[in-house]
């Protein structure tokens, strides 16, 4: 396919450049308003000391790095998409197609309990209205916003822009698109195992029993080793990686969803090294207790390993000229 969209004409396709630079000017003004956010949530903590018990200094510094890293990677894929880059294409593409698989989740879980959220804290009617318009708000940031980019980003004619106007061989080419969110993800998730222990405390859940101190930052620096290594070796399209990613993600699912059947979630919260204002709200909203989010573990588990056995004929066919859309 790579061939036959480079051999193409100007006249076989039709320029999308003027959508590449609206949608990249548009990841811009995303990222700078994550720098917005973050320079208002410093200014609010300095200003008002009690803001600490909703949002304490661990919190905020988690929250500032990930609004920092997001702002980063928006602006950069912003410049990318403006300068119609294969790579911003692809990565675009990928993150679009994220959002939209986890906010159809999000949206299903919020229909159906969101609204218990705001009855314990609002009036029946205020509840409706807040519930109404976040629901509103989330449909068009989670699923219509980025549905749109998956349907400008995936289309041939941004392909063929994107081929013609970058005509050199990127990274992102080598790799099939699922295996390519793969990998990444893998890295994502490696990442987080070194951030969230260096502003929480290190807690992990192994079947019925949380594992914290020492011993659980042990098993986050190794899980932070395999994980660069399944990212680099699903990138590679290596067979060992995808059945050690399909092993070792099933047993920390099970792993997983048994310790939170007998333990109760807050009490990860509170492992975590939370303080009790905020677990106090948590367990007001009903949800981080019981089985309610056990299930819905479960079923965003399930669907993870669906896709890792749909994105197994990748790993059979070799990474010759194989096109990343196929």
């Not at 009690?50 to 790095?65: A, D, K, N, R």
């Not at 951030?195 to 914290?212: D, M, N, Q």
């Not at 007001?284 to 890792?308: D, E, K, R």
Request: net charge positive; aromatic share 14%.
């Amino acid at each position: 396919m790579n061939e036959l969209l480079n051999s193409l004409s100007p006249a076989d396709y039709k320029d999308r450049r003027v959508g590449l630079i609206a949608f990249g000017v548009l990841h811009i003004l995303f990222g700078m308003l994550c720098v917005l956010a973050m320079i208002g949530m410093s200014v609010v903590m300095l200003l008002d000391p009690q803001m600490e018990t909703v949002l304490t200094h661990q919190m905020l510094g988690f929250v500032l790095v990930f609004y920092a890293l997001l702002a980063l990677v928006l602006i950069l894929l912003g410049i990318g998409s403006i300068l119609c880059r294969r790579w911003a294409r692809v990565l675009i593409l990928i993150g679009a197609w994220s959002v939209l698989v986890a906010g159809i989740v999000v949206l299903i879980f919020y229909a159906v309990y969101g609204r218990r959220m705001y009855a314990g804290m609002l009036h029946d009617s205020a509840a409706t209205l807040v519930w109404g318009f976040s629901m509103v708000f989330q449909a068009i940031f989670l699923i219509l916003l980025p549905g749109l980019m998956v349907l400008f980003y995936g289309s041939r004619n941004v392909i063929a822009t994107c081929m013609a106007r970058d005509p050199h061989a990127r990274w992102t080419d080598s790799c099939p698109i699922p295996v390519l969110a793969t990998s990444l993800g893998f890295v994502l998730g490696s990442l987080s195992f070194l951030i969230i222990p260096a502003f929480y405390r290190s807690v992990v859940p192994c079947f019925g029993v949380l594992v914290s101190g020492a011993p659980a930052t042990l098993i986050l620096l190794i899980c932070t080793g395999i994980g660069l290594y399944l990212a680099w070796g699903t990138y590679r399209l290596q067979m060992a990686a995808w059945w050690v990613s399909l092993i070792l993600f099933t047993f920390f699912s099970v792993s997983a969803v048994v310790t939170f059947l007998k333990v109760d979630l807050l009490e990860f919260y509170r492992e975590l090294g939370y303080p009790l204002e905020q677990i106090e709200l948590l367990r007001n909203n009903n949800f981080f207790s019981g089985s309610i989010m056990v299930w819905w573990m479960v079923i965003c588990y399930v669907l993870f390993i669906i896709f890792l056995v749909w994105i197994r004929k990748y790993f059979h066919s070799s990474r010759s000229a194989e096109s990343p859309e196929s």
